[in-house]
């Protein structure tokens, strides 16, 4: 057969250049354009998705809602905003999910997990499935991002001349515990209440590491369990890996960068001394596993091809 025609709409956002990027890079995908004069036009949009095999919609959510009523049912549509991640019809992509990997090859409609969101979803929602943290259960969680998370208007701010010291130091934001990464956390890990979630941006360009602490004594179960599960549950699986319990630190820190320019994910399970707290921390890159790596990797099963071609582990 011939190359499959893929089209990136939002092509020139941090995202979608990342993708485009690694789309140019294999030789089985023709690469449709659209002109400069057309690229705010929806209806223009709408027709170069609708030449494609596969779309790309790497947009603002009001963007995105917008061209899907003038896309043909049977276009294959990547969505990386926060748009479609809980909306009927939809699959999530984090393929490592159970049912996912299976659902994807027939899937039209598939919507990109968000960067916090897939740290916080890959190491609870097979607990939750599982039954060692209940639906009802209360959950906290801090996740830390370097700045490329902010898209073109904040490495600008980052990369250019420093005005403002306060981008010197973190900055814990979403303040108010209400962030648009909330409904999908709570929806896909099964939880009755979204967690307590904090993010903070600092000042380096790639890597997230998501930390969720655990009181064991109230859950009533154990570390030893909680990293069994979860090693179980990603066994076999080429992009997650669960570190053994207590284990997998650098003398006891864990740089937020350590997987910039990975699409890999790392799950650490580590326990307080007597056993009774476990801090979970997801360790990625936000512009990897956390964004262009997994759409690249739900693209991959979508079109039957090798699930991690075109990614870096």
């Known amino acids: 057969m011939g190359k499959y025609k893929i089209f990136v709409d939002g092509s020139s956002g941090t995202t979608g250049l990342r993708i485009a990027d690694r789309l140019a890079e294999r030789d089985e995908f023709e690469i449709l354009k659209i002109s400069e004069a057309d690229r705010k036009d929806v209806r223009a949009r709408a027709a170069v998705i609708n030449e494609s095999d596969l779309s790309f919609l790497c947009l603002p959510d009001d963007a995105a809602r917008e061209v899907m009523p003038l896309v043909r049912e ?9 748009a479609h991640r809980t ?21 039209t409609r598939v919507a990109v997990p968000g960067c916090h969101a897939t740290g916080f979803i890959a190491p609870v929602a097979p607990l939750v499935e599982r039954g060692l943290i209940p639906k009802a259960a209360h ?17 600008a701010e980052y990369e250019g001349e420093r005005v403002n010291t306060a981008l010197n130091a973190p900055r814990p934001y979403g303040l108010a515990l209400h962030h648009k990464h909330l409904p999908e956390m709570t929806a896909v890990t099964g939880l009755d209440t979204a ?16 930390m969720i602490p655990l009181d064991l004594a109230a859950l009533g179960i154990t570390a030893q369990a909680v990293a069994d599960t979860l090693a179980d549950y990603y066994a076999g699986q080429a992009m997650i890996r669960v570190h053994p319990l207590g284990e997998g630190t650098d003398g006891g820190f864990l740089a937020a960068n350590k997987l910039a320019g990975k699409d890999t994910l790392e799950i650490f399970c580590l326990p307080n001394p007597d056993g009774t707290q476990l801090q979970l921390i997801s360790l990625f890159d936000n512009l990897g596993k956390g964004s262009s790596g997994t759409a690249v990797q739900c693209m991959n099963l979508m079109l039957g091809l090798e699930e991690t071609k075109g990614l870096a582990r």
């Open 74 to 82: 049977d276009v294959r549509i990547l969505d990386t905003s926060t």
């Open 139 to 155: 959950l906290s969680v801090t996740s830390l991002t370097g700045y490329s998370g902010g898209g073109k208007k904040m490495i």
């Open 87 to 107: 909306a009927p019809g939809w699959v999530y992509g984090l393929p490592e999910l159970h049912g996912t990997r299976a659902a994807l090859p027939a899937a």
């Open 195 to 210: 967690p307590n979630f904090v993010p903070i941006v600092a000042d380096y360009y790639a890597g997230m590491e998501t």
